[in-house]
């Protein structure tokens, strides 16, 4: 085991959110900053924006980690960067009236084109399609759950659709 993997994970910790090169076995040379340690392997997850608003990530076993040194500390703004990194995009909030709008009109938009669906739950905040798939609030695409796979990608689909339409 080696000095790296015999820290503790508040340890590790202190490296979070700091520019670091690390020296792994063989002589490989890695930078970038500092994600997560994995608390059982002592995994180091780094990540390296690009100016395009891509990021590659590595990952550096903890068993070959020979040196870390911290190169920077993150700006309030790199923080940021690095917490939204596995955030789904467009994670937007809604009005209860926005999105009672919204269900609505994809719901008269389901009726209209002749398939079943109809409000459940306990504030009928849910639509139920045949009786097979429901759509959870926001009413889009990936708000769909169905046990049948040809179904929810159909009305995903249609979904897509009716958005593309309403912009």
């Known amino acids: ?17 700091k520019e670091v090169k690390v020296l792994a076995a063989e002589k490989h040379t890695y930078t970038g900053w500092v994600l997560t340690v ?3 392997s002592a995994n180091i997850l780094l990540a390296n924006p690009h100016g395009n608003g891509k990021v590659s990530i590595s990952a550096i076993l903890g068993h070959a980690v020979q040196d870390i040194e911290i190169v920077t500390e993150a700006d309030d703004e790199m923080k940021e960067k690095l917490a939204q990194l596995f955030v789904p995009g467009e994670s937007q909030t809604y009005s209860q009236e926005e999105l009672e709008r919204k269900k609505n009109s994809l719901k008269n938009w389901l009726e209209k084109n002749h398939i079943p669906v109809k409000e459940q739950g306990e504030s009928q905040t849910i639509l139920c399609v045949a009786d097979v798939l429901t759509i959870d609030p926001p009413y889009g695409p990936d708000d769909c759950r169905s046990s049948n796979e040809i179904i929810l990608s159909r009305v995903q689909r249609l979904i897509q659709g009716f958005l593309a339409d309403q912009q």
Do not use: A, I
């Open 1 to 17: 085991m080696n000095e790296w993997q015999r820290k503790t994970p508040l340890e590790w910790l202190t490296y979070m959110n």
């Open 38 to 40: 994995d608390p059982v």
